[in-house]
Nanobody, 123 residues
Framework: QVQLVESGGGSVQAGGSLRLSCAAS????????MGWFRQAPGKEREGVAT????????RYSDSVKGRFTISQDNAKNTVYLQMNSLNAEDNAMYYC????????????????WGRGTQVTVSS
C-alpha cells in the first residue's frame, strides 16, 4: 500500500507561482511512475504531468507544458509540481498519484491517490 499526501495548495494571483508537494510512504517499490492530476468543478479529471521515478523522464499535458515542472527528491520520497504563470484555467483540485509505469496521462494507469490540494488563482 502506498500513501500519498499533497501539500502546497492555496490562493495565488494570476501570473504567480505555487509549488505542490507529494510525500509518498509505504511500499513504493513498484511505484515507478508518479503523476499529478487535476479536476475543476464540472470538468473531467485531467492528467497534468508524470515522472518516471529514478529515471526522471517527464511528460506533460499540452495545457501546462512550458509552465509546469514535475520533479522528484528520491531521498525524501517526494514529488513536486512547480507551477508558474498560473491563470484561472489552473483552478482545480490537484491530486498526486502513483502507478507502475508512465504509459499515459490517464488516471486508470495509477493505483494510489492522495486526497488532493486546492489551487485557486484570482484574476
Amino acid at each position: 500500500q502506498v500513501q500519498l499526501v499533497e501539500s502546497g495548495g492555496g490562493s495565488v494571483q494570476a501570473g504567480g507561482s505555487l509549488r505542490l508537494s507529494c510525500a509518498a510512504s509505504g511500499y513504493t517499490y513498484d511505484s515507478n511512475c508518479m503523476g499529478w492530476f487535476r479536476q475543476a468543478p464540472g470538468k473531467e479529471r485531467e492528467g497534468v504531468a508524470t515522472i518516471v521515478t529514478g529515471v526522471g523522464r517527464t511528460r506533460y499535458s499540452d495545457s501546462v507544458k512550458g509552465r509546469f515542472t514535475i520533479s522528484q527528491d528520491n531521498a525524501k520520497n517526494t514529488v513536486y509540481l512547480q507551477m508558474n504563470s498560473l491563470n484561472a484555467e489552473d483552478n482545480a483540485m490537484y491530486y498526486c498519484a502513483a502507478g507502475s509505469a508512465c504509459k499515459t496521462l490517464l488516471g486508470t494507469d495509477f493505483r494510489f491517490w492522495g486526497r488532493g490540494t486546492q489551487v485557486t488563482v484570482s484574476s
